[in-house]
C-alpha cells in the first residue's frame, strides 16, 4: 500500500464533489439532471431552474471541461496553509454536460487560454489536527497529447 | 413612475471613519438631507433604511437619533443594490399614495466587516476561498478575448473615476494630482488584468434622500429646479444556459439589458437622452460592459468609445461622475443612494466643479451580489 493511499482527505465541500478512492481517477461533481428537460446543474439543486420540473436526479458531471475564462490572483487563496497558494490561478469551466463551474486553476498564467481542455483533479488547502486533509476541486489544463 | 420628487439629499463621506458609528453617520446625513429639504423630522412619515453587515435592528436604532415620533421603519437588503432598493420602496410609497415624505437611510461599515472576516475560522464555502475580485476579472479575459479590449482600456476607465472623484468632495479617494491610466496599470495587480486602482475601497458612510410629493418641494423650495423620479425597476435573473450557481456572480448581461428597457419604457425615453449615468464600477470592466448594456454604445463599441472620450465629463454622456464605486467607494449600503445624492445635485446644478452642464436626465443602475438589478431615472422637471 502506497503512503498515498493512507491519506485522510475530508471534502471542504461535502456533497459537491466526489473523493476517489484511487489517487490516479479524477474527482467528479456532484450536481443534477432533470428529467423532463434534459438541463445539467451544479451544485445539486431539488427544482430545474429552467423548467421548474421536480423531476430532477443526482448525476456525476466531468470530470473534463473547457476554459471559458479565467484570472490569475496575486493574494493569498483564503483557507489554505500552503506557500504555493499565495498565487493562484482561477477559471470559469464548460463542462461537457453544460454547466458552466467556477473553480481555482492548477498551472501558471502563461498555461491559461479560452477555450482551453481542462480536468478536475483534488487539491489539499490544508491539514487539520489529526491529519485529516481537507480538499477542493480545482482544474487543470490538459496538455495535448497527454 | 408619477408624483414622486427628491425633496432632499445628504452624504457622509465616504472612508475610513473607525471612530465612528453608522447611527452617528447616519444622523449627520440625515440632518443635512432634512435641511437640503426644508423639513423636520417631525414631517417624516416613514423611513427604509437600508444596510447590508450591521446586526439586526440596526435600522430602528439608527432612526432613533432623530427622535421617536413612531413612524414605520422598514429594513431593505440586496446586497450592493440595498441602497438603490431602499429607495425604490420609499418612491413607490410615494407613489402609491401611502405618503407624502418618506425617508430612505443607506450606512455600512465595511471595515468592521473585514475585521471580523479576517478573524472568523476558514471559509467552509467556495465562495469564501476565491478573492472576489477574480470573478470580475475572469469578465475582463473573456472581454479580452473576444473583443480586443486591452488593459488600457480599463485604466482609462479606472483614471477618469479617481479624477471624478477628485472634484467630490464626498468622494473616497482623494487623488493629489490628476491620475493617468499608466499610473492605474502600474498600481499593484489584484487578478488579472485587475489592479488594485481598478477596483473599488472598502469604506465606511452613510446617505440619505428624502422623497415625497413633487408640490413639497416646490413649497419649500420655490426656484429650484424639482428633481422628479420617473422610472424604477427591481429585478433578479431569468434563467440562461451558463448561469453560475456557485461563486459571486459578476452581472448576467441579459439582467441589465431587460431592467434598463424597463426604465426606458417606463421613462418614455432612451439612452441618447441620458446626460449622466452612475452603475456599479466595483471593477473597471464592469463600467465597460455597462456602456453596452445599457445602451449607452453599442455593442462591441465600448473601446473605441472610451478612446474617444465618450464617457468622460463633457463628453457624450458622462459616467460615474462623483468617482464611481472606484473612487468615491463602496461601503454597502448606502451606495446606491450616493448615486441618487449625485444624480439630484447634478440636475439641480449643484454639482460644482463636476457639474455636467444643463443636465437633465440620469441614470442610476446598481447590481446586488450579480443576482439583482436595480436602475432608476432621476430628472430635472
Known sequence: MTERHKRMLVAMTPGHFTLPEDPNEPPRLLGTKCEACGEHYYPRRAICAKCLSEKTVQVELGPRGTLYSWTFVHFPMFGSTRAEHVGYGVGQVDLSEGPRVQFPLAGTQEEFRVGQPVQAELETLREEDGGQEVVIVRFRPVVSGR | ?381
Request: glycine share 12%; net charge negative.
Open chain 2, 1 to 381: 413612475m408619477k408624483d414622486v420628487a427628491v425633496l432632499g439629499v445628504g452624504m457622509h463621506q465616504f472612508g475610513m471613519w473607525s471612530a465612528k458609528s453608522n447611527a452617528t453617520m447616519a444622523r449627520e446625513a440625515g440632518m443635512e438631507a432634512l435641511r437640503d429639504a426644508g423639513l423636520s423630522f417631525r414631517d417624516v412619515q416613514a423611513a427604509y433604511v437600508g444596510y447590508i453587515f450591521a446586526p439586526v435592528m440596526a435600522g430602528v436604532r439608527a432612526m432613533k437619533e432623530f427622535g421617536l415620533t413612531g413612524i414605520p421603519v422598514q429594513h431593505v437588503e440586496n446586497a450592493s443594490a440595498t441602497g438603490s432598493a431602499a429607495f425604490r420602496e420609499a418612491c413607490l410609497a410615494v407613489a402609491e399614495g401611502r405618503h407624502d415624505v418618506v425617508m430612505v437611510v443607506g450606512f455600512d461599515k465595511m471595515t468592521t466587516l473585514m475585521r471580523q472576516a479576517a478573524a472568523a475560522g476558514p471559509p467552509e464555502e467556495m465562495d469564501g476561498v476565491i478573492l472576489p475580485a477574480a470573478f470580475f476579472a475572469m469578465w475582463a479575459t473573456r472581454r479580452m478575448h473576444e473583443r480586443g479590449t486591452t488593459p488600457a482600456h480599463l485604466a482609462r476607465i479606472a483614471a477618469k473615476n479617481w479624477n471624478n472623484g477628485g472634484l467630490n468632495p464626498k468622494s473616497q479617494r482623494q487623488p493629489s494630482e490628476t491620475v493617468s491610466a499608466d499610473k492605474v496599470l502600474a498600481s499593484r495587480m489584484v487578478a488579472w488584468p485587475l489592479t488594485t486602482m481598478m477596483s473599488c475601497p472598502t469604506g465606511d458612510g452613510a446617505v440619505v434622500a428624502i422623497v415625497g410629493r413633487p408640490e413639497i418641494a416646490r413649497r419649500l423650495n420655490p426656484g429650484r429646479p424639482v428633481v422628479k423620479v420617473i422610472a424604477s425597476t427591481l429585478q433578479s435573473e431569468k434563467y440562461t444556459r451558463g448561469h453560475l450557481f456557485e461563486g459571486p456572480v459578476v452581472g448576467p448581461a441579459q439582467m441589465t439589458i431587460d431592467s434598463s428597457r424597463a426604465v426606458y419604457e417606463e421613462g418614455g425615453l432612451g439612452p441618447e437622452d441620458l446626460d449622466l449615468v452612475q452603475v456599479h464600477d466595483a471593477f473597471a470592466i464592469e463600467e465597460l460592459e455597462y456602456y453596452e448594456l445599457l445602451g449607452l454604445c453599442r455593442e462591441g463599441e465600448a473601446e473605441g468609445a472610451i478612446e474617444r472620450g465618450d464617457f468622460e465629463l463633457g463628453g457624450r454622456v458622462a459616467v460615474s461622475t462623483d468617482g464611481g464605486l472606484i473612487a468615491r467607494g463602496h461601503p454597502g449600503g448606502p451606495t446606491g443612494l450616493a448615486q441618487i445624492w449625485e444624480t439630484t445635485l447634478q440636475l439641480r446644478g449643484e454639482a460644482g466643479r463636476r457639474q455636467i452642464e444643463g443636465a437633465r436626465v440620469g441614470l442610476c443602475h446598481m447590481m446586488g451580489g450579480g443576482s439583482v438589478c436595480c436602475v432608476h431615472i432621476l430628472v430635472r422637471d
